[in-house]
């Protein structure tokens, strides 16, 4: 005995169709006949009330067949509807993923296009042109000290550099947070990172520890990024 069954077009839910109760009663009247025959003929002499009993344990049974094909179709159904919308949950997700993946990156060119902003492009100026006496040498305790003295005695060039340091570690930080995307951050800034990094690292961890550590947290995201970067 098979359930026809056709979907709804709003919720994808199955509606079992009546004519299988039809079939069903149908089937229990030919039952019933035959009985009937069989009686007359063999003279069992079934009583009215024995035909009652039947016609309604039958009727029982047919109600108890249809309504366990109606829990199976419901469950199947419902299973499906279940199906489509984690489906639809999960592709709603991975769009709103990429339009925040989107919206980051853009936010990302966004604050990496300060660097080259006339203010800070100056500041990047001044500073490369202090460091240039410098670079590669600060390993020398004294070009160091002569670093830190030089820088000390002049405003404008200790302003700029200390900008850019600044600058470098808010980038950093947003990264660390998680606010830009790093890929994108990392394509703008992985060789600007690494040249002031390698030239300044013994210069950022003298300055870490002046003062017995207290200054130990300075430009450390800086650092971090700087040589999770240099590794990739």
């Keep these: 005995m098979i359930a026809n069954t056709t979907p709804t077009p709003d919720s994808g839910k199955f509606t079992i169709r009546y004519n299988i109760l039809f079939a069903g009663f149908v089937i229990l009247a030919a039952l019933l006949i035959i009985v009937f025959i069989v009686d007359k003929a063999t003279h069992q002499d079934i009583k009215l009330t024995d035909y009652i009993s039947m016609a309604s344990l039958g009727s029982v049974t047919i109600g108890l067949i249809y309504t366990a094909i109606s829990f199976q179709y419901t469950y199947k159904a419902d299973m499906e509807k ?5 489906d639809r949950y999960r592709q709603a997700l991975e769009s709103a993923k990429a339009h925040e993946k989107l919206t980051k990156i853009k936010f990302t060119y966004d604050i990496c296009s300060t660097w080259y902003k006339s203010d800070m492009a100056l500041n ?3 500073a490369r042109k202090f460091m ?9 305790s004294n070009k160091l000290e002569d670093f830190i003295n030089t820088l000390d005695t ?13 600058y470098f570690e808010s980038i950093s930080l947003l990264i660390k947070d998680e606010i830009i995307d ?33 200054n130990h947290r300075v430009y450390c995201n800086f650092v971090e990024i700087a040589e999770k970067w240099q590794k990739s």
């Design 154 to 166: 002049s405003d404008n060039d200790r302003k700029a550099f200390v900008a850019v340091l600044n």
């Design 82 to 86: 279940s199906v489509k919308d984690e």
């Design 132 to 140: 240039q006496p410098f670079k590669d040498k600060l390993h020398d």
């Design 124 to 126: 990047v100026q001044i």
């Design 182 to 214: 790093e890929d994108t951050a990392k394509k703008s800034f992985k060789t600007v990172f690494s040249a002031y990094y390698t030239n300044l690292k013994i210069y950022i961890k003298r300055i870490q520890e002046i003062d017995h550590g207290v």
